[in-house]
């Protein structure tokens, strides 16, 4: 038996707020984690058949480390957080690699985070930065609102391609 398999949404909406998140937040991962749930369901008309408790899971506590701190190092913090209280290492993962379309270790590096390869790998960790993309808040967005948000803060033109590129993996924009 997983680990994932002992813990309901309503022990991991407790995890982020005994944790620290604020309302705002917790309300963000509850809308990041439907549409993920929505996104994976599309996939049983592909041979694909992502895991829907962990992408429900991973999608509830992708941004737990917020709990700490709002910047990129969130995700560092929400692993730390997520190993604390022994959880899953699949949902680990989704947490470290839900950031935009994930970061090169290069780019860890560059961005002062530890140096590590943060790029999703399996579907479910691309299902999961896919909705958070998707995400602003509780509000859905387009994938041509999200580009327009990146370009504005002036994120790095391979940044926005990777966010492009995960968009046609998932096949949902």
Do not use: W
Not at 59 to 78: F, W, Y
Not at 156 to 168: G, M, P, Q, Y
């Amino acid at each position: 038996m997983k680990k994932t398999d002992m813990i309901s949404r309503e022990m991991a909406l407790k995890i982020l707020k005994d944790s620290g998140c604020n309302n705002d937040v917790i309300a963000h991962c509850i809308a990041v984690s439907e549409l993920a749930v929505d996104i994976a369901g599309k996939f049983s008309l592909r041979e694909e058949h992502p895991d829907m408790k962990l992408i429900e899971l991973g999608g509830l506590l992708h941004d737990l480390g917020r709990a700490r701190t709002h910047g990129i190092a969130h995700a560092i913090e929400g692993v730390a957080i997520a190993r604390e209280l022994g959880l899953d290492k699949h949902l680990t993962e989704i947490i470290k690699r839900h950031i935009g379309a994930g970061i090169s270790t290069e780019e860890a590096v560059r961005l002062g985070l530890p140096e590590d390869d943060y790029m999703p790998r399996t579907i479910e960790e691309k299902i999961v930065a896919h909705a958070d993309n998707l995400t602003v808040g509780t509000r859905r967005i387009t994938l041509d609102e999200r580009i327009a948000m990146m370009t504005e803060k002036g994120i790095d033109i391979e940044s926005i391609n990777r966010v492009k590129a995960l968009a046609d993996e998932i096949g949902i924009q």
